[in-house]
């Protein structure tokens, strides 16, 4: 078997997304586009690494990290880093600031030196060449440490996978053994006795306690499984309708081409594993076909609709001018219908209303319209629907109706 694997948490997830977009990115080495979200991730870790610095013993002040992080964030452009627009980047860096503020609230008159910051660890174990990096690592006294994740997302869930590769890695590693004996020169092996994963955003810590020895022995079966596929060259694809949508190698991959990618050279007949016989059977390229007839039916819908719109604008905005309620082509004829809208735009004081009336569980649901229902429900009587009313604001709008002519 073939040693030394380069394999990391990351490697891990993107196989078990989908085998086929492993070997794109790292069979091939074909580079993912930029995603803003990577590059926002990236800056936030960048700035809490300087912060936390070992090295420097005297913590930066505010101005000072809000400083290096304008340096970093310039030192690319809104595209590179994946962004739509300059805007849409100028956001995500006000963002950033905004996230430095409440940080430096929150902690800025108590900041404590880790045990090290952004340690990338390369480890080799059982085949494997691991590579991790360990955003923060706190020591807590006994050979025990707590390892932090930041994360930048909209929401943080426990990622078990990831937490297990944490704890192994640390246990694991001579260079955090090290670290930890300049601190207690007795201690022979490292325990880790927390993990969490610090939400920037919200500024709220979420902490997970270790993993037992049976989840670590499960967890490094379900590795060195993933590895020996990698070695042995399964590579399957594994569509899935919103994983594909936003694949950036959605046009090269055989699911859609009904070829195998060989690299810039060429392509080839064969797909799945690199045998006829083993390939997992993938769309022909008929199948292709038939997707670029329903984009085309797609765009040309949209477009019908647009058109329809705007006509529509037109047609009731001439019959408003002359005060026509209906009029007539040579094959169709239009009637504007006026309605009256009612909406509750006071959703607090309506729910209290809808509670106090004992109406509430009649909307299953409170939307405006279940609650404008309650209005011609029979069964409410006439002082509520009343007070309800008095809660609502009402609006005239017109629309058209076209039907073709008798």
């Known amino acids: 078997m073939a040693k030394g694997l380069s394999f990391s948490y990351s490697k891990m997830g993107m196989y078990k997304e989908c085998p086929q977009k492993y070997k794109f990115r790292y069979v091939h080495m074909l580079p993912e586009q930029p995603k803003y979200y990577f590059a926002f991730g990236s800056a936030m870790h960048e700035v809490m690494e300087y912060i936390y610095d070992p090295k420097n013993p005297i913590f930066p002040t505010l101005q000072q990290a809000l400083a ?19 805007e849409k980047e100028a956001a995500g860096f006000e963002e950033g600031c905004q996230i430095l503020r409440a940080y430096y609230d929150k902690y800025g008159a108590n900041l404590v030196h880790p045990l090290s910051v952004e340690m990338k660890s390369t480890l080799d174990m059982d085949g494997l060449s691991l590579i991790s990096i360990l955003d923060r690592i ?4 006994d050979g025990c440490v707590k390892i932090l994740d930041y994360k930048t997302g909209k929401t943080v869930q426990r990622e078990p996978d990831q937490l297990m590769m944490y704890q192994k890695v640390a ?7 090290k670290l930890v004996q300049t601190i207690d020169p007795a201690i022979k092996t490292v325990r880790v006795e927390q993990m969490s994963f610090y939400h920037l955003p919200t500024q709220q810590e979420l902490l997970f306690e270790r993993s037992s020895d049976k989840e670590m022995y499960e967890f490094w079966q379900r590795v060195l499984g993933v590895a020996d596929n990698i070695r042995a060259g399964k590579f399957a694809p594994d569509p899935d309708e919103n994983k594909c949508r936003w694949c950036d190698y959605r046009n090269i991959c055989p699911v859609f081409t009904g070829k195998e990618y060989e690299g810039p050279g060429g392509w080839g007949a064969k797909t799945g594993t690199g045998t006829a016989s083993s390939a997992k059977p993938t769309v022909s390229a008929v199948a292709k076909t038939t997707e670029e007839i329903l984009s085309e039916k797609i765009d040309r819908l949209g477009s019908m609709q647009q058109e329809e719109k705007k006509l529509k604008t037109e047609i009731m905005s ?3 001018e002359l005060k026509f309620k209906r009029h007539f082509g040579s094959k169709f004829e239009a009637e504007l219908i006026d309605t009256q809208k009612i909406e509750f735009k006071d959703q ?27 209005l011609n429900d029979p069964t409410v009587e006439e002082p509520a629907k009343k007070q309800l009313r008095e809660l609502a604001t009402e609006n005239n709008i017109s629309d058209l109706e076209i039907k073709e002519v008798s």
């Open 348 to 374: 607090e004081k309506t729910m209290a209303l809808l509670r106090r009336l004992q109406l509430l569980s009649k909307t299953l649901v409170p939307t405006q319209s279940s609650i404008r229902a309650l």
């Open 171 to 177: 246990e694991a590693s001579p260079m955090v053994l």
């Open 318 to 320: 001439l019959m408003k």
């Open 68 to 86: 290096f992080f304008k340096k970093h964030w310039d030192a690319t452009s809104f595209d590179q880093k994946g962004y739509a627009s300059m």
């Open 138 to 141: 706190d020591y807590l006294g």
